[in-house]
């Protein structure tokens, strides 16, 4: 039993010697043996030269340098693998089952990236080496710096997703000469790197045929990484059109009303100015991002007139009378806040039922018939001053809730589209 193991060791290591330790002598004697020495790398490498070669590849991708939303175009850093069968040199004689050798040597693929920017060129260089094992099987791997064009919609910015692609064409051939396959269903990501803008969604590839030639093609879908637009720029913009509509809560007689409401404004302008440099310069899709900080610089501006507005009711003298219609603007406003509606002995009453005040239900009918009835009673007596506090607390609460749901409704949308 000892000895039948022992002999096993023994078999297992001459073999795996005669595999792993081939000599110096051994590719000397490859390279001076005449198949390969008469080998031309010009010939296709087929004993019949109508036959087809299937190069099937696979690529890893090891960086996304930059994604230029501008001039639509994604510079990846990566290489492929391809293999293929070259029958015209296999079954040599020399003791090596593999060697590395120049990509000069020997024939290769005239493989292009067919959506690339720049020079339409077929890949490899000089340096690089293939590698033929005896079985006829050459596997040439080739670094790309790739910079290909992607089509590129930004209208969901910063919650936009890119689908760019790679698309591989042996350059001058036909698919019954050379047709391109992939060797893995998606694309190779054990190399990559995290990108800190860009987060990989998922990965495919596709084959096709155009106008009778091959073409691989490597699918690369990328969603923009928000939070940093998002903290920086889109939560400063909030808080401003919060602060903005504060403005109506600062005592009138302060004067700083409108100081305040243009400080806010400003810095509100800032803001959407660092944004808009952000935003690449594109106009064709709009971005929903700019329609709504436009909107939102259209109410802070609505909001900073009628600061303006509310502080003249202000400063009206007593002696004059208050316009009719500003009588019932104010008391439909008033009474559309509820419960502390007009009259004080009302207000009291309220308070033990329910201590938010004016925030509660303005549906509720037996209320609206009293406070109705009492408002009158409030009516002559009705000063600028009322006028002032109730215009400020309408303004507030209507600018501060646009401001929220304006938000919300561009936000969501634009979070959870499906681009
Ligand atoms: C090639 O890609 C297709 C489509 O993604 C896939 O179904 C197939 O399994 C892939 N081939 C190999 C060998 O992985």
């Given amino acids: 039993m000892n000895i039948t193991i022992y002999f096993c060791i023994i078999l297992i290591c001459t073999l795996s010697s005669t595999i792993l330790c081939a000599t110096n002598t051994d590719f000397q004697a490859f390279l001076t043996e005449t198949k390969f020495t008469d080998y031309n790398k010009k010939i296709f490498p087929k ?158 590839i596709s084959t096709s045929t155009i106008n009778g030639a091959s073409y691989l093609t490597f699918n690369l879908r990328i969603s923009r990484r928000p939070g940093n637009v998002l903290i920086n720029y889109s939560l400063p913009v909030l808080i401003l059109c919060i602060l903005s509509s504060l403005s109506y809560m600062m005592p009138a007689e302060s004067g700083e009303r409108i100081a305040y409401s243009v400080v806010t404004f400003l810095s509100l302008v800032i803001y959407i100015t660092m944004i808009a440099d952000n935003i690449p310069h594109s106009s064709s899709p709009i971005t929903i991002l700019s329609i709504y900080l436009t909107l939102m610089l259209v109410m802070s501006s609505l909001s900073m007139a009628m600061a303006t507005l509310t502080l003249r009711v202000y400063s009206q003298e007593e002696a004059t009378d208050i316009p009719l219609w500003l009588k019932h603007v104010t008391s439909f406003l008033k009474c559309q806040k509820g419960k502390n509606c007009c009259s004080k002995k009302k207000r009291k009453s309220k308070i033990g039922d329910n201590s938010d005040g004016w925030v509660d239900d303005e549906f509720d009918k037996d209320d609206d018939e009293e406070s109705v009835t009492e408002e009158y009673t409030d009516w002559d007596e009705m000063q600028w001053k009322d006028v002032g506090g109730v215009l400020d607390w309408t303004f507030f609460l209507m600018f501060l809730i646009m401001t929220i749901v304006v938000a919300i409704f561009f936000y969501f949308p634009l979070a959870f589209a499906e681009t």
Avoid at 98 to 117: C, F, H
Avoid at 158 to 179: A, V
């Fill in 47 to 204: 004993e019949t030269q109508s036959d087809q070669i299937i190069v099937s590849m696979k690529y890893s991708l090891i960086a996304i340098n930059k994604l230029d939303e501008a001039h639509g175009q994604i510079n990846l850093v990566g290489f492929i693998e391809a293999s293929w069968t070259n029958d015209l040199l296999t079954a040599w004689t020399a003791g090596i089952d593999e060697i590395m050798i120049a990509q000069d040597n020997v024939w290769l693929p005239p493989i292009s990236i067919q959506n690339t920017v720049e020079t339409l060129q077929t890949l490899g260089y000089r340096s690089n080496k293939v590698r033929l094992n005896k079985d006829g099987t050459h596997t040439w791997k080739v670094g790309i710096v790739s910079k290909t064009s992607c089509k590129i919609t930004m209208s969901h910015y910063p919650f936009d997703k890119h689908t760019c692609q790679l698309q591989f064409t042996p350059l001058g051939y036909l698919e019954d000469q050379i047709k391109l396959e992939n060797s893995t269903s998606e694309i190779e990501l054990t190399y990559f790197t995290e990108n800190v803008q860009w987060w990989i969604d998922q990965t495919s």
